[in-house]
């Protein structure tokens, strides 16, 4: 009974943690701390895959970066993580997401670009059915 | 005239290069280089790889990568401090971050071994390798295939000089 009633708990604190207005996020700006990922590295305002990213910079290099679409609706949750440093058994753990609902989830390898230099995978959330096809392109 | 097999293989890979070979308004070659990727960024690479030219060639790095940016960066120790992997009394070059679709023009004229790579991707390989002139040209230096400081990785992605030489330009693994 202890253990149930911690574990709940645990879930509870968890829920709270990670719940946030996701209509703050909903349209392209989102608010301070996040940033134009091709305003301050030397990048495509749009990439293919990805859409038009925001990150809050204190959360580098994992991440969110909230990916949006050619119409400026959030569209995937990105993150990204230096297979080196999962190797040297760094953790990213806890991190929040920029949408509630997941559609769907692809995980690849990326070889590096300006911002994450050394090789590494990413994590995409899908928010919606047609998400990963506003964002191909 | 009697060519030699070098000779003969070297006017050979002069002709392949001639497919990408665009002609500048004053009537001289202009040979260009592409800085490509896959889709999802899975791998980077300059094509061609390696590359034999005559010194003077005009030469044009253009970005064929629609989701990323790359550089053409000399390796040199006035450049985020590498070991020198170009002539000695060569220029050493930089061409800041080039968008998809941007380009960088560059033109070598000291014979030798001219190394670079792109600064955001040498982690993942991304160098490519420039013969200019043939060894015994007056001045030549090929102090690069000996210079060494460079992860494993790295260093085995040049390909030789003499494979350059024999074929006019090779490309990276896996790439026909």
Same mark, same amino acid.
């Given at each position: ?33 996040? #940033? ?60 929040? #997401? ?40 | 005239?009697? *060519? ?5 293989? *070297? ?10 070979? +665009? ?8 040979? /260009?280089?592409? *800085? ?63 968008? +998809?679709?941007?380009?960088?023009? /560059?033109? /070598?004229?000291? +014979? ?6 792109? /600064? +955001? ?56």
């Amino acid at each position: 009974m202890l253990k149930a009633l911690s574990i709940t708990a645990c879930l509870l604190g968890a829920s709270v943690a990670f719940a946030h207005d996701e209509s703050k996020l909903e349209t392209m700006p989102p608010a301070s701390p996040y #940033v134009q990922v091709s305003d301050v590295l030397p990048l495509p305002a749009f990439l293919p895959g990805l859409g038009t990213l925001f990150v809050d910079p204190a959360t580098l290099p994992a991440g969110p970066f909230l990916g949006y679409d050619h119409d400026g609706k959030l569209s995937a949750t990105i993150y990204m993580t230096p297979l080196e440093e999962l190797k040297n058994g760094v953790a990213y753990d806890d991190l929040a #997401v920029g949408k509630h609902h997941v559609e769907s989830v692809d995980i690849y390898y990326n070889a590096g670009h300006p911002g994450v230099e050394k090789p590494h995978a990413h994590v995409v959330l899908h928010h919606d059915a047609s998400a990963k096809a506003r964002l191909a392109k | 005239m009697i *060519m030699t097999r070098r000779e003969l293989l *070297m006017v050979a890979g002069s002709a392949l290069l001639a497919v990408n070979m +665009p002609v500048l308004a004053s009537g001289q070659p202009q040979v /260009l280089i592409g *800085m490509q990727g896959t889709a999802r960024g899975e791998r980077v690479w300059f094509d061609p790889l390696g590359l034999a030219v005559k010194p003077g060639t005009a030469l044009k790095f253009v970005n064929r990568d629609n989701g990323n940016s790359h550089t053409v960066t000399a390796y040199h120790p006035s450049l985020f401090g590498h070991v020198r992997r170009i002539p000695e009394k060569a220029e050493p070059f930089n061409s800041g971050y080039l968008l +998809p679709d941007d380009s960088f023009e /560059l033109t /070598l004229t000291v +014979p030798g071994v001219y190394d670079y790579y792109c /600064l +955001p991707h040498e982690h993942a390989g991304m160098v490519g390798r420039i013969v200019v002139g043939n060894p015994g040209d007056e001045g030549w230096d090929d102090s690069a295939i000996r210079a060494g400081g460079l992860d494993d990785n790295v260093e085995t992605a040049f390909p030789s000089v003499n494979d350059i030489l024999t074929s006019g330009k090779t490309r990276a693994p896996g790439l026909t």
